[in-house]
């Protein structure tokens, strides 16, 4: 199945570090976030990617067009230096087509950009490349195919300090708790969707707003609850958290290096939906 990696934004919550760079290429590691995306997807066997490019495009190509296999594999050098040998690859089987989709489009934009790309492509998988997971990304498969909708969301808690207040009319705190503990969810920005939904999204909508209202209205859209790790990279101190992480050992979304373990069937309750 394909997979559509939206890379365009101009990561504005980040351009203390990342003025020079578009927002994907932030890197974790020796590697930017979204390798770290893809190799996720193509651990599930998902390793043929479009890349809607915008905002530092040329930064995208050029990393892969020069990628460096030896960064984050173990290789053997003998005859002086002139000869490498890989132990072990990490895209070598993998497709990626980049695909240029405007400077300043939104998401939706970019995504009716590539609407050619996915000719013969029943459904697909789509992603915001600022946020990653530990989900088994089966589960998620699983109920939307079993809902037999046209599109469908990862949900997760917010993870962000703020608080949430109950006021009354005359300024009185009914009540005050943590945005995580509040109940509320939000979109995670793992998308899997039908062909169809090209007809519910129209020149110059954003892919949440007008069309997720349409399909809203006819029972169209569902969301799959996720409480395990998910974690976005939207601002500086994200970016020092992921790497913190890193140096410690703590990548709870590098599935491809732990062992496979048996999927359990998704729970469902309703929720509400908060896009970002």
């Avoid at 690859?89 to 300043?104: K, M, P, R, S």
């Avoid at 705190?173 to 945005?179: A, G, N, P």
């Avoid at 109940?183 to 039908?194: A, D, H, M, P, S």
């Avoid at 399909?215 to 790497?243: H, N, P, V």
Wanted: glycine share 8%.
């Amino acid at each position: 199945m394909k997979v559509v990696l939206f890379c365009g934004g101009l990561g504005m919550r980040l351009r203390e570090y990342s003025d020079s760079i578009p927002k994907p290429m932030v890197t974790i590691g020796y590697r930017p976030i979204v390798w770290h995306l893809m190799k996720y997807y193509a651990h599930f066997g998902h390793k043929d990617c479009i890349l809607c490019l915008g905002h530092k495009g040329d930064v995208i190509k050029n990393y892969f067009l020069k990628y460096d296999e030896c960064l984050s594999n173990d290789f053997t050098l003998s005859n002086g230096g002139r000869t490498v040998a890989l132990r072990k690859t990490d895209i070598d089987d993998w497709n990626i087509t980049f695909v240029d989709t405007g400077l300043t489009a939104n998401i939706g934009q970019r995504l009716r950009a590539v609407e050619s790309y996915l000719d013969g492509q029943e459904m697909f998988l789509a992603n915001y490349s600022d946020g990653l997971t530990d989900l088994c990304l089966p589960n998620l498969m699983d109920h939307y195919l079993e809902k037999g909708k046209i599109a469908a969301f990862l949900a997760v808690k917010p993870q962000h300090s703020f608080h949430v207040v109950d006021i009354r009319e005359d300024g009185h705190v009914e009540d005050i708790q943590d945005l995580s503990k509040s109940g509320i969810w939000i979109n995670g920005g793992f998308f899997v969707l039908r062909k169809e939904i090209f007809q519910y999204l129209r020149e110059g909508e954003e892919l949440v707003h007008e069309p997720f209202q349409r399909l809203l209205r006819e029972e169209q859209l569902i969301a799959y609850k996720y409480e395990g790790f998910w974690k976005s990279m939207d601002t500086f101190k994200d970016k020092q958290q992921f790497d913190e992480m890193q140096s410690n050992g703590e990548t709870p979304w590098e599935l491809w290096k732990m062992p496979s373990q048996e999927v359990s069937p998704p729970k469902q309750t309703p929720i509400s939906f908060v896009h970002r």
